[in-house]
Nanobody
Framework: QVQLVQSGGGLVQAGDSLRLSCTPS??????MGWFRQAPGKEREFVAA??????DTYYSDAVRGRFTAFRGPATAYLQMNSLRSEDAAVYYC??????????????????WGQGTPVLVSE
């Protein structure tokens, strides 16, 4: 079992930046994924990071604007140049097995509580 505690999020204007964090209850994990879900839409892959070497992968929608990185015990999603279409509830997640790159949400077993990101024009 891995518990994930998220923080960050909030209301920003288009073009602003925001940083999300996700702290796992253990760091013996292989991959952490970031997803988002807007109202009425399916959960969407955003980014993934390999815990041991920091290797990252991004969706086309956020590549070049978002950066996933981690500290000793916490992962972060730095979001720059936010757009209205980035508004969603953001989740971090960890799969029970060592997938890379796992972009389908059903491959993840443990999820954070979610944190909303609102972007105003």
């Amino acid at each position: 079992q891995v518990q994930l505690v998220q923080s960050g999020g909030g209301l920003v204007q288009a073009g602003d930046s925001l940083r999300l964090s996700c702290t796992p209850s253990q760091t013996t994990i292989f991959t952490m994924g970031w997803f988002r879900q807007a109202p009425g839409k399916e959960r969407e892959f955003v980014a993934a990071i390999k815990w041991h070497d920091g290797d990252t992968y991004y969706s086309d929608a956020v590549r070049g604007r978002f950066t996933a990185f981690r500290g000793p015990a916490t992962a972060y999603l730095q979001m720059n140049s936010l757009r209205s279409e980035d508004a969603a509830v953001y989740y971090c997640a960890v799969p029970a097995t060592s997938f890379w790159v796992a972009k389908r949400p059903e491959l993840y077993d443990f999820w954070g509580q979610g944190t909303p990101v609102l972007v105003s024009e």
